[in-house]
Antibody, heavy 120, light 113 residues
Framework: QVELVESGGGVVQPGRSLRLSCAAS????????MHWVRQAPGKGLEWVAV????????NFADSVKGRFTISRDNSKNTVYLQMNSLRAEDTALYYC?????????????WGQGTLVTVSS | DIVMTQSPDSLAVSLGERATINCKSS????????????LAWYQQRPGQSPKLLIY???LRKSGVPDRFSGSGSGTDFTLTISSLQAEDVAVYYC??????????FGQGTKLEI
């Protein structure tokens, strides 16, 4: 069965960096685009970033553009989110999610999330 | 960016009754070349991750009960739960995936009994 397991969250000071990982299993990882979505405490869902199946195309929400990068290692079935210059407003539960059929599609599986808290 | 607006923000429905949630996009999410609406609905139960219910505006994901249905086209969409069950208490989100540059969600609708 499909499983997505996020890790790397924690408490970090404003201006510092953090790298999240999402380990995938149960499907052919290198076929699918992968996404990061976040949810601030008590708030709704905010899409953060997408990376294409081969890593050649990436897009970001305006709120993180220039500060966050996304990458993947298809040999390890893992997608990463590098978060730099963190701000208090980046505090959220970060989910990774799998594209349903490849690209330009809904998200059919989500991980349980990893919590990032930006605080001094 | 395409802005997604849901209504209402919250909704209380009796068990066995119909629940209707609306979603409006700031521009059409209908791709004319394939006649598909790039619109999905998700359910997020308390303390859980979101789950895909509906994609292409009206197709149910395998395993989703048939009391859930999606309709609409262009800019106006609806999620209907035909007969509310206790396990349907959740927040529901619509999402557009028309723009490959961003995948925006609605603000969510909280459904209660």
């Amino acid at each position: 069965q499909v499983e997505l397991v996020e890790s790397g969250g924690g408490v970090v000071q404003p201006g510092r960096s953090l790298r999240l990982s999402c380990a995938a299993s149960g499907f052919t990882f290198n076929i699918y685009d992968m996404h990061w979505v976040r949810q601030a405490p008590g708030k709704g869902l905010e899409w953060v970033a997408v990376i294409s199946n081969d890593g050649s195309n990436k897009n970001f929400a305006d709120s993180v553009k220039g500060r966050f990068t996304i990458s993947r290692d298809n040999s390890k079935n893992t997608v990463y989110l590098q978060m730099n210059s963190l701000r208090a407003e980046d505090t959220a539960l970060y989910y990774c999610a799998k594209s349903y059929t490849g690209s330009y599609d809904a998200f059919d599986y989500w991980g349980q999330g990893t919590l990032v808290t930006v605080s001094s | 960016d395409i802005v997604m607006t849901q209504s209402p923000d919250s909704l209380a429905v009796s068990l066995g009754e119909r629940a209707t949630i609306n979603c409006k996009s700031s521009q059409s999410v209908l791709y004319s070349s394939n006649n598909k609406n790039y619109l999905a609905w998700y359910q997020q139960r308390p303390g859980q991750s979101p789950k895909l219910l509906i994609y292409w505006a009206s197709l149910r994901k395998s395993g989703v009960p048939d009391r859930f249905s999606g309709s609409g086209s262009g800019t106006d969409f609806t999620l209907t739960i035909s007969s509310l069950q206790a396990e349907d208490v959740a927040v529901y989100y619509c999402q557009q995936y028309f723009s490959g540059l961003s995948y925006t969600f609605g603000q969510g609708t909280k459904l209660e009994i």
